[in-house]
Structures are given as C-alpha cells and as structure tokens.
C-alpha cells in the first residue's frame, strides 16, 4: 500500500510532535477539509487553541518529496502564566497610580528618592560611560536596533505574534510614560517632565518579550516561566534605572514609575495579541 508521511503535532506539551505513515487513501479523511487547494490547509494553515492554551496555531506545508510537515505556534501569554502574571499586573498598577499622585507636581527628590540616590552615589568617569551605554539602548537608535534584531529573530524563528509584540509592547510602554509625565507634571532640573522614566519602561518592556519568547519556546511552565519574565523585567529595570539615577537624568521613583508601567503594558499587550490573531485564525476557518 503505498503510503505518504504526514506530521501529527500532539497537544499536550509544549513540543512533542512524531510522524506516523498515514494511508494514502485515507489521508484526506484524516485530515478533513480545509481552505488551502485541495482539501488540504496549504500555506495558509489554521489557528486553534488546546485546552492548556499553550497552541494557537498548527498547519501543514511541503516538506519536501511527497511528504508534509506541520508547524505551530505557541500563544505568548498561555493561561497558567496567564494567572502568575495578572496579580503583578494589577500590583505594578496600583504603584504605578500611587506613584502618580505622591508626586504630582513635584521637583524635589528627598525621602526615599534622596536615599536612594545618596546609595548610588555620584557615578565615577569610567562607571559615567557604563552608564552612559545603557542610556544609549533606549535611545531612539539603540532601541531601534534592539527593536529591529528582535523581530528579525522572532521571524527567523517562524514565531510572528512575538514579532508583533517586539514592536507594541516596548512601544506601548514608552507611549504610556509620554502620556502620563504631562498628567502627573513631576519635573528634574525644574523643566524636565520625568515621571514615569520612559528609557526604563523600554528595556523592561524588551527584556519582558524576550522573556516571553524563550519562555513558550523552552514550554516552560508556570512557576519556571514566571519566574523568567519577572527576574528579566527585574535586571533590565534595574541596569536602566541604575543608569538613570547615575546619569542624573530621573528621580529613583521615576525608575520605579517606568518599571511598573512596562509591568502592566506588556503583559496586556500579550493577551489582545492572542486574542486578535486567535480570532483571525477562527475567521479563516
């Protein structure tokens, strides 16, 4: 009988797939009407979530002489980190507001501010340059490099929500804190609007998606995965804010406004790109 080898990707981890010789005969049954020519997915594919919602997109394509090959992608948010990350969100929230209204309208760096800069002191030439490369990744060219790198990474490995999330995410953050320093006017050198530090919700919006990306790619699971996105979050926050005080440039409660800001926007960001590419694959169906 002769046969052809089709790809089953199985749903119940994060990569376990296997291939089985499939009746020729049979073949089309198995695999059911689809949009693609011939009954079959073609390129185009089907988007779909399993019950765990690690998979939201599997699809077949040519894998070379009379065989077949699937493919998926993972969601970026799937439920169980879903659950970790949503007490943060609401959390970094609340700071964030909190933040806002302690100091609306102010200057002045004393309390905790002035603690906090007195024990990172003035920085020295060579850590001012140290200081002064981090400044530059928020920049609009270092962050575009960063932004451009990070998509062509995300496309390399056939995983296009990430790509998506690479360029809203980070974007959104910055876009947050923009909007917010008019609204809460505090100010640095008496003219400077500063609160929330955009240049620190940048880097921790971009270490949050690489921390996205490596955790659906590894299938880690919740606790893992958390863990991963918040300890990124945390070293990127505090490179860029150690920067940022160094430099003189924010307030240290500038630093912690962008960090939670980056906190809430890309965890959001992540879901309603699941849910828009959820809903487009649907509508392919």
Known sequence: MNTTHETLTWLYGPARSFTVGVPMGRRLAAAGPGPGAGGGFGAGG???????GSLMAVGTGTGGP????????PVLLPPPLRVW??????LAALALGVLGVLYAGDGRSGGVDGWLRSAVGDARPLWRRVALAVDFLAEPAGAAVLVVAAVTGCLLLRRPRAAV?????PGLAVGTTTLLKPLVGRTIHGVHLSFPS???????????VVALLVAGRRGLGAAAGTSLVLASALLAGAAMGWAQIALDAHHPTDVLGGWCAALVVVPVSAWLVD?????RGRERR
């Open 85 to 90: 990350l949503g007490p943060v969100v609401v």
């Open 275 to 279: 849910r828009v590419s959820g809903a």
């Open 46 to 52: 089907t988007g779909r979530e399993d019950e765990g």
């Open 66 to 73: 009379g065989g077949t090959t699937g493919w998926r992608e």
């Open 198 to 208: 955009g240049h620190t919700a940048f880097l921790t919006a971009f270490a949050l």
């Open 165 to 169: 999330l690479a360029v809203v995410g």
